[in-house]
């Protein structure tokens, strides 16, 4: 805990909007860095280059590759966070997903539920995975859920086929990218979508760039779940930041235009969001108030991952916060109390 100082210097704030530091717990990378690159300086960079969003603490996220390409990137996590690097935690996506909704997760590399495997990835990031996208209706699946509660490790559906009846008896509490990649809402058969709505347990996280999901499909979600139960993520790949052209994601081809990233065949490949312009479409595509969107952008995550010191602008809290002008945009980003860029 921090004691409160006197005599510190004052930031004036007069007509500014002050948030809390914004939390992604899924993004694969920005600025020409991904999480699969296995490179901890360019781990320690991307948190930097977030901070221009608002971001004080993210997750890198993998996805599905090999099992030595993945146990590599998060042996340069661990060493990334020795570093100081800008996150607590890291996302585990895949590899033990569904093949019918791989969407940009590689089909060679999908395999079932391994807890002896998960357990050595785990050894390798230094014990800093704290939430794996499986599928729960795969081989294997509720074994490896059972492991991951004991560990406490949240456990998150994505990628998934599942029907209503195989989640009903579930312990689940968190959706990987709501509506994507998942089964889909029918009227004889609600799907992965109609059970966490409908789940009042079930955090959804929602990637708000107007692309992935209608925007009416995330006031649909903010109106069923209410403002404590979504995380508003950005699932951005290494594109985001750069401009249009031709990029990788997990060894394929990445084609960015209009403010989209998809693969040869046209499937999303991940976002190039920015988590500020996700934050002021939230409250564009819901009606939201302000409250609300912090709720979604850092209040949830700090609560729902332990983050005691985060999420929050109070005394005894890390001074991790936001100074944004009237329209939304960050003006300065400030974390553990250090000004990290300048006002413009």
């Not at 999480?35 to 608002?54: H, I, Q, R, Y």
């Not at 939430?131 to 998934?160: D, I, K, R, S």
């Not at 059970?195 to 990637?207: C, G, K, Q, S």
């Amino acid at each position: 805990q921090y004691v409160p100082q006197e005599n510190e210097t004052v930031f004036d704030a007069t007509g500014k909007i002050v948030i809390p530091g914004m939390i992604d717990v899924h993004i694969h990378g920005g600025y020409d860095i991904d999480a699969m690159d296995a490179n901890s300086d360019g781990l320690v960079t991307l948190g930097k280059e977030m901070l221009k969003e608002g971001v004080t603490t993210y997750f890198p996220t993998t996805m599905t590759q090999a099992p030595e390409a993945i146990e590599a990137a998060l042996t340069a996590a661990k060493e990334a966070k020795e570093k100081g690097a800008h996150f607590e935690y890291i996302h585990l996506e895949g590899p033990y997903v569904s093949k019918k909704r791989a969407g940009a997760q590689p089909l060679e590399h999908i395999v079932p539920a391994n807890i002896e495997q998960f357990k050595q990835w785990q050894e390798a990031s230094g014990n800093l995975i704290k939430l794996v996208t499986y599928a729960p209706e795969e081989e294997g699946a509720l074994e490896f859920e059972q492991y991951l509660a004991e560990t406490g490790v949240v456990g998150t559906m994505g990628h998934t086929d599942a029907i209503d009846g195989q989640l009903k008896n579930r312990k689940i509490t968190h959706a990987t990218h709501l509506y994507n990649q998942m089964r889909g809402l029918h009227h004889r058969e609600p799907g992965v979508v109609g059970h966490v709505l409908l789940n009042p347990d079930v955090m959804v996280e929602v990637i708000t760039d107007g692309i992935h999901i209608h925007p009416d499909m995330v006031k649909l979600a903010y109106k069923l779940k209410g403002p404590k139960k979504v995380s508003v993520i950005t699932d951005a790949m290494r594109a985001k930041g750069l401009e249009d052209g031709l990029y990788e994601l997990g060894g394929q081809p990445v084609h960015v235009k209009d403010g989209s990233a998809r693969l040869e065949d046209g499937t999303l490949a991940g976002s190039i969001l920015k988590m500020d312009q996700a934050f002021r479409n939230v409250i564009e595509f819901t009606g939201c108030s302000i409250e609300d969107a912090v709720l979604m952008t850092s209040v949830n995550q700090a609560e729902e991952f332990g983050l005691n010191n985060k999420g929050a602008l109070a005394v005894g809290k890390d001074a991790d916060f936001v100074v944004m002008n009237e329209d939304l945009h960050v003006y300065d980003t400030v974390r553990l109390g250090i000004h990290m860029k300048e006002g413009k």
